[in-house]
C-alpha cells in the first residue's frame, strides 16, 4: 500500500462542536504531517511527528490537537473552531532513515472542512 | 533565511510550446529541492527532486548554485500538464514552500 488515506472527505462543522479528522498509511514512514491549505496556496505546515512524538508544532492554536496513536496512525482532534479555519486539511507522510527525516513527503487527498 | 521564490502566479502557453517555470531558493549550504504538482481535485504529489535529477512526465529540472535557481522546464507542453506547480526546499525536518505557479496549456 503506497497511499495516505485520510478521513472524511468533507466535514462540515459547527464553531461549538467537536470533531476528529483521521489519516492513515502503511508505508512505514515515522514521519508524519498535518498541514492546512488554503484555495490556490501552498500547504501551511501545522504538526511533525517523527517516532510518534511530537517534533514541530508551528504556534497552532489550541482547537487544534494533534495525536500520532501508533505509526500508520495520525488524527487532528477539532474543537470550538472559527470560520476561518475552513480549509484543506492535508496529511503527509515521509520515512526516517538513520534518524535523519527524508524531505520526500506523500500527501493524502486531504479533508475540506468547513466550519460554520 | 530560508526562501523559495516563484515570481509568476499564472503561466499561460500554448500547446506543444516550451515551459518555464522559475523558481530561486535562499539557503547557507547544500539545498534539497523538489518540485511538487496538485492537478485539479488531485492529492499534491512529488514530481521531481534535484538529487535524482531524473525526467518525469517530459519535465527536468536543474540546480543552479551559483544562480541559485531550480527551474522546471518542459519542451512540449500538453493539455494535462495544466496544474498547480510548488517548488519546496528541505530545512530544518520540514519542506519551505514557494507561493506556487498556475501554468494553463492553452490548446
Known amino acids: 500500500d503506497t497511499e495516505v488515506t485520510q478521513t472524511p472527505k468533507h466535514l462540515v462543522m459547527g464553531m461549538t462542536n467537536k470533531k476528529s479528522l483521521k489519516c492513515e498509511q502503511h508505508m512505514g514512514h515515522r514521519a508524519m504531517y498535518w498541514y492546512k491549505q488554503k484555495a490556490k496556496k501552498p500547504p501551511e505546515l501545522m504538526f511533525v511527528?517523527?517516532?510518534?512524538?511530537?517534533?514541530i508544532n508551528e504556534s497552532v492554536p489550541s482547537r487544534f490537537s494533534p495525536e500520532c496513536p501508533n505509526s500508520s496512525l495520525l488524527n487532528l482532534h477539532l474543537h470550538a473552531l472559527q470560520p476561518e479555519d475552513s480549509a484543506l486539511y492535508l496529511c503527509?507522510?515521509?520515512?526516517?532513515?538513520?534518524?535523519?527525516?527524508?524531505?520526500?513527503?506523500?500527501f493524502g487527498p486531504g479533508t475540506r472542512l468547513t466550519v460554520t | 533565511a530560508q526562501r523559495v521564490t516563484q515570481p509568476e502566479k499564472l503561466l499561460s502557453v500554448f500547446k506543444g510550446a516550451p515551459v518555464e517555470l522559475k523558481c530561486n531558493y535562499s539557503?547557507?549550504?547544500?539545498?534539497?529541492l523538489f518540485w511538487y504538482v496538485q492537478y485539479s481535485r488531485q492529492r499534491l504529489q512529488l514530481l521531481l527532486r534535484?538529487?535524482?535529477?531524473?525526467s518525469i512526465k517530459g519535465f527536468t529540472a536543474d540546480l543552479n548554485k551559483g544562480e541559485t535557481s531550480f527551474h522546471l522546464k518542459k519542451p512540449f507542453a500538453q493539455e494535462e500538464d495544466s496544474a498547480m506547480y510548488y517548488c519546496a526546499l528541505g530545512s530544518n525536518y520540514q519542506l519551505i514552500w514557494g507561493a506556487g505557479t498556475k501554468l494553463i496549456i492553452k490548446p
Open positions: 503527509a507522510s515521509s520515512m526516517i532513515l538513520r534518524d535523519s527525516i527524508h524531505y520526500e513527503q506523500y
Open positions: 511527528y517523527s517516532y510518534e512524538k511530537l517534533s
Open positions: 539557503y547557507s549550504g547544500s539545498p534539497e
Open positions: 534535484h538529487i535524482s535529477r531524473e
